[in-house]
């Protein structure tokens, strides 16, 4: 009868959980917090509020012949003990951020290792850490860093530096090619949540719990501009706080937003020249040829125009979204990823529509 019907297909489901070394509430209550492509383009790593990386290969995702398994990780593997919240690729490594502590991962060891590691079909690959190269300067950050979370990274390739922000109100700059801190940049009264750089100048910019978003310049350490968004009238959402959790650039331009609207400012004027009627905060924003897509509270990825319209919503699985990267570093394997509140990462190989979803 129906019922039988209804309870076999439970039983499977949780049987089909435990192979994937998942209970049931863990799985409902999993969230993706970073992602980042491999220098290729055809991985996708993905980091989640448990401390795990997944590893998915693109190519067997988008392939013709492609089944449900081709859309499951093909490496796994726990790397932090707490969410990693930021993920970050340079040509050799991939880049996480825990509590306190950074380690890098060698992309070579990583696709070494889903080559050579004989899957079965019933179960998912996982992998313990040791099978990465942990860099030489890990052991450094664990011991120098004492940040509640780290929030966000970004690489700043005009000096081989990484810029990092998190819960202690500062912005640290660490040499990779050294593994040292080289500078802090003090100046944020509350929580960093985001950092970006400007293309062509030597500036950082960093958003924080406090409202402001800084502009520094990388070569003296010091702020050149403070922008408190929440006091300008036409971003200023009370309701929602004045905090930052949205920050990128392009050439002469800034995206942000938080508590704050999201907004498109100039910033050789310093001035905000649009901004978008999107509901809820907006955790992550990028420039994409002439539109700006956005993803945070709610299930959609907002196309918003330059001018301040908000051309469509996109519908996601997850119902709130936390990030979203384009892969540019294949035109094979060209995509839109977003992940949030569940164990989906969804893919758009046109910005129009979701075509599917990976899983963990």
């Known amino acids: 009868?129906?019922?039988?019907?209804?309870?076999?297909?439970?039983?499977?489901?949780?049987?089909?959980?435990?192979h994937h070394g998942y209970g049931l509430l863990q799985l409902l209550h999993m969230s993706v917090f970073s992602q980042s492509f491999s220098p290729c383009g055809r991985f996708l790593a993905a980091g989640n509020n448990y401390g795990e990386i997944a590893l998915f290969s693109l190519s067997a995702a988008l392939s013709p012949d492609a089944t449900r398994l081709s859309q499951k990780p093909v490496l796994t593997f726990t790397a932090h003990e707490g969410p990693i919240f930021s993920l970050v690729s340079s040509d050799c490594h991939l880049l996480s951020a825990g509590n306190g502590e950074i380690s890098?991962?060698?992309?070579?060891?990583?696709?070494?290792?889903?080559?050579?590691?004989?899957?079965?079909?019933?179960?998912?690959?996982?992998?313990?850490?040791?099978?990465?190269?942990?860099?030489?300067?890990?052991?450094?950050?664990?011991?120098?860093?004492?940040?509640?979370?780290?929030?966000?990274?970004?690489?700043?390739?005009?000096?081989?530096?990484?810029v990092i922000g998190g819960g202690d109100n500062n912005v640290h700059i660490l040499d990779l090619e050294h593994g040292i801190f080289k500078?802090?940049?003090?100046?944020?009264?509350?929580?960093?949540?985001?950092?970006?750089?400007?293309?062509?100048?030597?500036?950082?910019?960093?958003?924080?719990?406090?409202?402001?978003?800084?502009?520094?310049?990388?070569?003296?350490?010091?702020?050149?501009?403070?922008?408190?968004?929440?006091k300008y009238e036409t971003c200023a959402r009370p309701q929602f706080g004045k905090w930052i959790s949205c920050l990128t650039t392009e050439s002469d331009w800034m995206l942000c937003g938080g508590g704050p609207s999201l907004s498109l400012?100039?910033?050789?004027?310093?001035s905000p020249t649009s901004t978008f009627p999107l509901s809820g905060c907006q955790r992550q924003a990028a420039f994409y040829q002439d539109m700006i897509l956005a993803v945070g509270e709610g299930p959609n990825v907002s196309h918003c125009l330059l001018g301040g319209g908000v051309k469509a919503q996109i519908p996601c699985s997850s119902q709130s979204l936390n990030t979203l990267q384009l892969n540019m570093n294949s035109t094979e394997h060209r995509v839109l990823t977003v992940g949030g509140s569940s164990d989906h990462i969804d893919v758009f190989t046109n910005l129009s529509y979701r075509a599917f979803s990976l899983s963990f």
């Open 1 to 18: 009868n129906k019922n039988h019907g209804d309870h076999l297909l439970i039983w499977l489901l949780l049987c089909s959980l435990c």
């Open 104 to 162: 890098a991962w060698s992309w070579t060891e990583l696709i070494k290792k889903t080559q050579l590691q004989v899957r079965d079909t019933h179960y998912r690959t996982v992998v313990c850490p040791t099978v990465t190269q942990h860099s030489h300067f890990v052991s450094v950050l664990r011991s120098s860093l004492e940040i509640p979370e780290i929030n966000s990274m970004v690489l700043n390739n005009r000096d081989n530096s990484l």
């Open 183 to 230: 500078a802090v940049l003090q100046g944020h009264s509350d929580y960093v949540h985001c950092v970006s750089l400007r293309d062509r100048e030597a500036d950082i910019l960093s958003g924080g719990e406090d409202g402001a978003v800084r502009i520094w310049d990388s070569r003296t350490g010091q702020t050149v501009h403070c922008i408190e968004v929440h």
């Open 265 to 270: 400012w100039h910033l050789r004027s310093l």
